[in-house]
């Protein structure tokens, strides 16, 4: 049953034309909603609590801004947010963006104390069903090259991966920039302008069928 002061889309309740945002998990308790303004404080405490070393972290702060800029993100998108509680603490949350037709997910994050609990998978899960029944047909993601993780999770739901990018910091500057892996040259002018790969990352897609 969903907590009070829930809005609409919160676990255990299904939205007009909608399935239930509640999925299998093996976590008992977990409870999956639509994000709220009360939120945005836990998520930038999530997106921080991921760690300096983690892909999660390198993810969040390379490609979107360190965790205060993930909620400012979010603020502006919150029906297109989804939360993850766990015995009345927000131990994750995935965003996504609409454009008509197309979707696209991120920022996503699980508190590390809480990953490999099925946290993400039903973060996703509720995600592709809730743009679905929204009209979106395409869904794009860009997750970390990290086995077991974020990769690991959209392969095992049917993402197909169309590209990867290498995410490189610039020392002392600290400034990141996603270069395409297959453009070996792209690559040498980064690394001849002072930039080092940190990681990589792998763009995917997934059709939704109406």
Request: proline letters at 8%; glycine letters at 12%.
């Amino acid at each position: 049953m969903a907590a009070k002061g829930h809005p609409p889309g919160a676990s255990g309740r299904t939205p007009p034309n909608s399935e239930p945002l509640q999925v299998p998990t093996p976590l008992p308790g977990l409870e999956i909603y639509r994000a709220r303004t009360a939120d945005l404080g836990p998520v930038e405490a999530v997106a921080s609590a991921v760690g300096p070393c983690s892909d999660a972290s390198a993810f969040l702060e390379g490609y979107y801004g360190p965790g205060a800029a993930v909620a400012e993100r979010i603020r502006s998108r919150l029906g297109g947010t989804l939360i993850a509680r766990h015995r009345a603490a927000v131990v994750g949350f995935l965003a996504s963006e609409q454009d008509e037709l197309i979707g696209s997910l991120g920022p996503w994050a699980v508190r590390p104390d809480r990953q490999g609990l099925g946290i993400g998978s039903g973060l996703l899960v509720s995600m592709i069903r809730m743009l679905r029944d929204d009209g979106v047909r395409l869904l794009e993601a860009t997750v970390p090259d990290r086995p077991g993780h974020a990769h690991r999770i959209c392969r095992k739901l049917g993402f197909q991966e169309y590209g990867r990018s290498a995410r490189m910091v610039s020392r002392p500057e600290g400034k990141a920039a996603l270069v395409p892996a297959e453009c070996d040259g792209d690559l040498a002018q980064r690394m001849a302008e002072g930039f080092a790969t940190v990681g990589m990352w792998h763009h995917c897609e997934k059709r939704l069928r109406g």
